[in-house]
């Protein structure tokens, strides 16, 4: 009498980690929906520097904007700007002291924290006046650098999305 082996069972797919299901995915399914491979390089070049300006708040509302203005997916254009968030409280502190630089023309106090308390303790108008400045800097270092980063982006995701959609298309489902 001779045993044979039970038929081997379907194994089920290897579970994914969280940060997969909650970030790679959508992507994934965003790169299904038939953007070209101009659209989806314009998406993630205005969605990084978007995703880092410098006014917390702002960035659902410019996201939102462009993709609505320039006819980009709005969900691709916002995911990739808010992955950009750890990045931009990364980047935050530094363009703040340079752009108070920038058009303080090295005059005035220093921006620091306890530079700061010290004016809101006394001089509540110079402490305003000196954060407006460093915001004003900020966005203006901002702009200047988010441009190249922009069109770096652009041309350089471009091929790349090309043979990313070619080789899907490739594959069958």
Do not use: C
């Not at 308390?117 to 006046?129: E, G, I, K, P, V």
């Amino acid at each position: 009498m001779s045993f044979s082996a039970p038929p081997a069972l379907p194994s089920a797919p290897p579970q994914r980690p969280s940060w997969w299901r909650r970030v790679l995915e959508p992507l994934r399914n965003i790169l299904r929906q038939g953007l070209t491979p101009p659209q989806l390089a314009l998406t993630v070049a205005l969605g990084v520097p978007l995703g880092l300006v410098p006014i917390l708040g702002i960035t659902t509302v410019l996201a939102t904007f462009a993709a609505v203005r320039l006819r980009l997916n709005v969900a691709a254009l916002l995911i990739i700007s808010h992955l950009m968030s750890p990045l931009q409280l990364l980047v935050l502190i530094p363009l703040l002291r340079w752009g108070a630089r920038l058009l303080g023309n090295g005059q005035g106090p220093e921006l620091t924290m306890g530079q700061l308390r010290t004016l809101f303790s006394h001089d509540w108008s110079s402490a305003l006046s000196l954060l407006w400045r460093a915001g004003a800097g900020a966005v203006l270092l901002w702009g200047a650098l988010s441009i190249p980063l922009g069109l770096l982006l652009y041309f350089g995701l471009k091929p790349v999305f090309r043979r990313l959609l070619a080789r899907q298309a490739a594959t069958p489902a």
